[in-house]
């Protein structure tokens, strides 16, 4: 999955959110040092929610992301 792979980019061709009755989110953090760029985790058309300095497995575990994601389910 190397930046501008053909991969990639079919991957990312067309709707990033598709599915009318779908909700779609995503959790990032600028800390996290396996997604790279960490800007690359938003989603055009999906709720995005930015934590602080959050590493990429300490997210499951972090409180505030749990809480998010239970209110995003309770939606």
């Known amino acids: 999955m190397a930046t501008g792979s053909a991969f990639l980019a079919k991957l990312s061709a067309g709707d990033e959110t598709p599915g009318a009755d779908v ?3 995503t ?3 600028w800390c996290d040092a396996v997604i790279w760029p960490a800007n690359s985790t ?3 058309g ?3 929610i930015q ?3 959050v590493g990429h497995l ?3 575990r972090d409180a505030s992301v749990f809480a ?3 209110g995003l389910i309770d939606d």
């Open 23 to 25: 909700s779609w989110a």
């Open 27 to 29: 959790v990032w953090s």
């Open 42 to 44: 938003p989603l055009a």
């Open 46 to 48: 999906a709720t995005n």
């Open 51 to 53: 934590k602080g300095c």
């Open 58 to 60: 300490a997210l499951p």
């Open 68 to 70: 998010d994601v239970l």
